[in-house]
Every structure is written in structure tokens, then in C-alpha cells.
């Protein structure tokens, strides 16, 4: 069975990360994708997380569609390296980030995601 199959012209689309800080400035919310061309922009805000005094630090992640691992252990370092009493808090971060954290970085009392 033959199926039509068009290749799009041109190269594909630059994966995309962007980062806003949220309204009431507790946090950052991230959308597209954290990989290879993207992890220096995604360490950058976690790096700007870490530095932070607030307890709290909450990344909006509804937006975030993909995550490798090597952007999971950047959070997990970032997480790692806070002081104590301080946590970075997870919203709605996707399924493979919940996974990789659990598989690979099990129990880091500093990075928190809430139930849905």
C-alpha cells in the first residue's frame, strides 16, 4: 500500500524556549521546549531561580512541551543547590519531566510538584 508522503520545504522550525516571569513575581513561567539549542536559555532561569531569596520559586510549566534529560538534570542541580528552607515548586510541568525526575532523581526535597 502506497501513501503519499510530502517532505515540507525548507529546514524545520528552531525549537523554541521562552521564559516570563509571572505577575506576581514569585516565579517564571516557561513555555516550547528545553533541549540541546535551548539549554542555556533554561539553565539561565534556573540560575536566576537559585539566586532568588524568596522560600518559594514556582515554574509555570503548563506551556513546556518537551524536556531531555539533560534539562531535567540542570533543574536538579539548580534544586540541589538551594539553600536550606528554600524549594522551587512545579506547576503543571509535562508527563516526561515527572518521569525523568522520578526515574533518575527520586526524593529531592527541594524540587516540589503538586498533585493535579
Not at 51 to 70: G, I, K, N
Not at 95 to 115: A, N, Q
Amino acid at each position: 500500500m502506497d501513501v503519499p508522503y510530502r517532505v515540507p520545504p525548507g529546514p524545520a522550525p528552531a525549537p523554541r524556549l521562552t521564559v516570563l516571569p509571572l505577575p506576581d513575581g514569585a516565579g517564571l513561567r516557561v513555555g516550547g521546549e528545553v533541549g540541546l539549542a535551548t539549554l542555556s536559555q533554561w539553565e539561565g532561569a534556573l540560575s536566576r531561580a537559585a539566586r532568588d531569596s524568596r522560600p518559594v520559586y514556582r515554574l509555570e510549566l503548563s506551556a513546556l512541551t518537551f524536556v531531555d534529560v539533560a534539562g531535567t538534570d540542570a533543574l536538579a542541580a539548580a534544586a540541589q543547590s538551594l539553600d536550606e528552607g528554600r524549594r522551587i515548586v512545579l506547576q503543571q510541568p509535562p508527563i516526561s519531566l515527572r518521569r525523568l525526575l522520578d526515574l533518575f532523581w527520586p526524593g529531592i526535597p527541594t524540587i516540589e510538584v503538586p498533585s493535579s
